[in-house]
């Protein structure tokens, strides 16, 4: 009896294929199926199966099989043919069939990689009183212009596409990588918001590497690089968080004074953007880029482990700006060649006080930040002639509940100085709390609700809440 169970053993196990299933559509031991899932060893060609005791008749091959304690003869003649695949797929991926198939996700032209991206973005805010601009807000009109008007809006305007794109390393930049990007969105100069006009936002090159950085295009300012972590799509312009996009030539140097510290210096020569008085009549005010570029630099001060994955850095940068704007003011009082500095000093900080709770924020106080989107977008007085000095600044506090499920909670203000001014705008300050959940890594939908309040010179305050739903679809 032994000679004829060791036999049937041998023969059930030539009726597995490489793959773990039966030739016959049974599923093999568990013990079989944790050794292929625990072992991914390379795969070996497959090789032919030892040939089995088989009897022969008249009808066919005849195999001997226990089934049930009883052997048994199977015609082999009767059993439907099952195609065999030569190579099974590994139950793993190796680096190469990675590289190869990260090639699919990109355009090639020549040694280029090109990668598009973008993002759909659709918004509905309620306001209970009227807000500049609507689709998104600035600060919140005096009801002396728009009396207990509220506002409704439905925007698809912050919609972004763009590309990344990365080339080979340069013998001449002592092989640093090169790469770039090139990003639009829609939220351009428009007649009717349903027929936007595309708006550049990024437009640069570079070359960067462990020690530093070379940047040459349009891209975000070197000073206060955070972004009030809001649905608003100005995140935060014109209420605390100073900066903005513009052409600039950058270079970064990177200092690794420890594992768990390192000191970065930045500096730039920036394009002089002029805001202030764009819309009047050449007849009435003119303004001018001045006689310099602007100049930007910051010093940052990174602590925390950096080589290791899903490690939080404390960041702390310290930073400012100068440059000087022209006017010609040809109304009373008149006032020709008029030079006007614009200047600031900048802080920001960011603390992981856990790896799901911290609190980050900006600080700001210059003079004739309007370029700048301070001072509440105003920077010389139409009267005076003089710069307006401004503070202001930002706060939040973020928890990340669930690694998809996050909230941010802060307050913001920007806050000119009063006696510069003759009108417009005195303090606009901002209470944002928003929830955020990611569906998945393309899908995300976030509700917030703002408690604003802008208050004038020569008006009645504006006061408001904003109730935003948002859903973004990146890919």
Same mark, same amino acid.
């Given at each position: 009896?032994?000679?004829?169970?060791?036999?049937?053993?041998?023969?059930?196990?030539?009726?597995?294929?490489?793959?773990?299933?039966?030739? @016959?559509?049974?599923?093999?031991?568990?013990?079989?199926?944790?050794?292929?899932?625990?072992?991914?060893?390379p795969v070996?060609?497959?090789?032919?199966?030892?040939?089995p005791?088989?009897?022969?008749?008249?009808?066919?091959?005849?195999?001997?099989l226990?089934?049930?304690?009883?052997l048994?003869?199977?015609?082999?003649?009767?059993?439907?043919?099952?195609?065999?695949?030569?190579?099974?797929?590994?139950?793993?991926v190796?680096?190469q069939?990675l590289? &190869?198939?990260?090639?699919?996700?990109?355009?090639?032209?020549?040694d280029?990689?090109?990668?598009?991206?973008?993002?759909?973005?659709?918004?509905?805010?309620?306001?209970?009183?009227?807000?500049?601009?609507?689709?998104?807000?600035l600060?919140?009109?005096?009801?002396?212009?728009?009396?207990?008007d509220?506002?409704?809006?439905?925007?698809?305007k912050?919609?972004?596409?763009?590309?990344?794109?990365?080339?080979?390393p340069s013998?001449?930049?002592?092989?640093?990588?090169v790469?770039?990007?090139?990003?639009?969105?829609?939220?351009?100069?428009?007649?009717?918001?349903?027929?936007?006009?595309?708006?550049?936002?990024?437009?640069?090159?570079? =070359?960067?590497?462990?020690?530093?950085?070379?940047?040459?295009?349009?891209?975000?300012?070197?000073?206060?690089?955070?972004?009030?972590?809001?649905?608003?799509?100005? =995140?935060?312009?014109?209420?605390g968080?100073?900066?903005?996009?513009?052409?600039?030539?950058? &270079?970064?140097? @990177?200092?690794?004074?420890?594992?768990?510290?390192?000191?970065?210096?930045?500096?730039?020569?920036?394009?002089?953007?002029v805001?202030?008085?764009?819309?009047?009549?050449?007849s009435?005010?003119?303004?001018?880029?001045?006689?310099y570029?602007?100049?930007?630099?910051?010093? =940052? @001060?990174?602590?925390?482990r950096?080589?290791?994955?899903?490690?939080k850095?404390?960041?702390?940068?310290?930073?400012g700006?100068?440059?000087?704007?022209s006017?010609?003011?040809?109304?009373?009082?008149?006032?020709?060649?008029?030079?006007?500095?614009?200047y600031s000093?900048?802080?920001?900080?960011?603390?992981?006080?856990?790896?799901r709770?911290g609190?980050q924020?900006?600080?700001f106080?210059?003079?004739?930040?309007?370029?700048?989107?301070?001072?509440?977008?105003?920077?010389?007085?139409?009267v005076?002639?003089?710069?307006?000095h401004?503070?202001?600044?930002w706060?939040?506090?973020?928890v990340?509940?669930?690694?998809?499920?996050?909230?941010?909670?802060?307050?913001?203000?920007?806050?000119p100085?009063?006696?510069?001014?003759?009108?417009?705008r005195?303090?606009?300050q901002?209470l944002?709390?928003?929830?955020?959940?990611?569906?998945?890594?393309?899908?995300?939908?976030?509700?917030?609700v703002?408690?604003w309040q802008?208050?004038?010179?020569?008006?009645?305050?504006?006061?408001?809440?904003?109730?935003?739903? &948002?859903?973004r679809?990146?890919?």
């Amino acid at each position: 009896m032994l000679p004829i169970i060791a036999l049937s053993t041998v023969l059930v196990s030539q009726f597995w294929d490489d793959s773990g299933e039966s030739l @016959f559509g049974i599923h093999p031991p568990a013990a079989v199926e944790c050794q292929q899932s625990s072992s991914p060893s390379p795969v070996l060609p497959p090789t032919a199966p030892a040939p089995p005791v088989a009897q022969d008749d008249a009808e066919g091959s005849l195999f001997p099989l226990t089934i049930d304690g009883d052997l048994q003869f199977i015609n082999t003649d009767e059993l439907p043919d099952v195609p065999v695949d030569p190579q099974p797929p590994p139950d793993y991926v190796t680096r190469q069939e990675l590289q &190869a198939e990260a090639k699919t996700w990109a355009w090639r032209k020549g040694d280029l990689t090109i990668v598009p991206y973008g993002m759909i973005w659709g918004s509905m805010s309620y306001d209970s009183q009227r807000a500049k601009i609507g689709d998104y807000a600035l600060w919140f009109e005096s009801p002396d212009v728009h009396y207990h008007d509220p506002d409704f809006n439905v925007d698809a305007k912050s919609s972004r596409v763009g590309i990344d794109f990365t080339g080979p390393p340069s013998s001449f930049l002592c092989g640093a990588k090169v790469d770039g990007k090139v990003e639009v969105d829609f939220q351009g100069q428009f007649v009717t918001r349903n027929k936007p006009g595309l708006l550049l936002r990024h437009a640069y090159v570079e =070359a960067v590497n462990d020690r530093w950085r070379l940047l040459v295009g349009q891209t975000w300012d070197i000073i206060s690089p955070l972004g009030i972590p809001t649905l608003n799509y100005t =995140a935060g312009s014109a209420v605390g968080n100073l900066g903005y996009r513009r052409a600039q030539f950058r &270079a970064e140097r @990177f200092l690794p004074v420890t594992d768990i510290f390192m000191v970065t210096l930045q500096g730039s020569i920036n394009g002089n953007v002029v805001t202030d008085f764009v819309t009047d009549s050449a007849s009435s005010t003119s303004a001018d880029p001045g006689p310099y570029p602007d100049v930007q630099y910051r010093t =940052a @001060f990174t602590i925390g482990r950096r080589y290791c994955p899903g490690t939080k850095l404390a960041v702390l940068g310290i930073g400012g700006h100068y440059g000087i704007q022209s006017f010609d003011f040809r109304t009373a009082p008149i006032d020709l060649g008029v030079d006007v500095p614009s200047y600031s000093f900048a802080a920001d900080f960011l603390v992981p006080v856990t790896r799901r709770f911290g609190v980050q924020g900006e600080f700001f106080t210059g003079c004739n930040l309007s370029n700048y989107m301070g001072g509440i977008l105003q920077g010389v007085d139409r009267v005076t002639h003089k710069g307006i000095h401004s503070t202001g600044g930002w706060i939040d506090i973020y928890v990340d509940w669930l690694p998809n499920l996050h909230t941010n909670s802060g307050f913001s203000i920007d806050d000119p100085l009063n006696h510069d001014m003759t009108s417009g705008r005195a303090c606009n300050q901002m209470l944002f709390n928003n929830v955020i959940w990611d569906a998945n890594k393309h899908l995300q939908f976030g509700a917030e609700v703002d408690v604003w309040q802008t208050r004038y010179i020569t008006l009645s305050p504006g006061k408001g809440v904003r109730l935003e739903f &948002a859903t973004r679809y990146k890919f």
